[in-house]
């Protein structure tokens, strides 16, 4: 059976709005020596997840995940630790983007190999932090239902 999550308050499906499908990448990605995980915070909608993003046409949702962690975090030297086999969806109204989107999620597990860091570009810089969070932490800091669900499938640990 595949997992299904449904945005609730501000993030609940809008009637008013068009749906978007896409396919999606969500990056757990791991400290090289720390028991921390990678995490971004947007900046005006205050939400503290995993490094996301769109798979673009052609490209695995490995190579999708090392070029989301490059993109938005500036960390260069990710390897991928597995791609997880199942996927879920996740439909909610993506207000960054003024649309309804049902995405298809796909889960890859990543470690930096170093911290070895490039200048992001000032569009994400202005979109989002870069965070490091303790692994014990995550449970209570991550801000949705489908990242847990992610920290739970990787690391085994749940809220």
């Known amino acids: 059976m595949v997992k299904e999550f449904f945005g609730t308050g501000d993030s609940a499906i809008r009637p008013d709005k068009p749906m978007t499908d896409r396919d999606v990448v969500i990056v757990l990605t791991e400290h ?83 911290l070895s860091q490039v200048e992001r570009d000032e569009k994400e810089k202005e979109i989002a932090d870069v965070l490091w969070i303790d692994n014990e932490e995550l449970p209570e800091k991550l801000s949705t239902e489908a990242h847990r669900y992610v920290l739970e499938r990787v690391l085994g640990q749940s809220k």
């Open 32 to 114: 090289p020596t720390e028991k921390k995980c990678l995490c971004v915070n947007n900046k005006k909608f205050g939400w503290i997840d995993f490094v996301m993003g769109g798979i673009e046409q052609g490209e695995t949702a490995v190579e999708a995940a090392k070029r989301e962690v490059l993109e938005e975090t500036g960390y260069d030297d990710f390897e991928s630790v597995e791609e997880l086999p199942e996927i879920f969806y996740d439909n909610f109204f993506a207000a960054h983007k003024d649309v309804n989107r049902h995405i298809t999620c796909h889960m890859v597990h990543g470690k930096l190999k170093s």
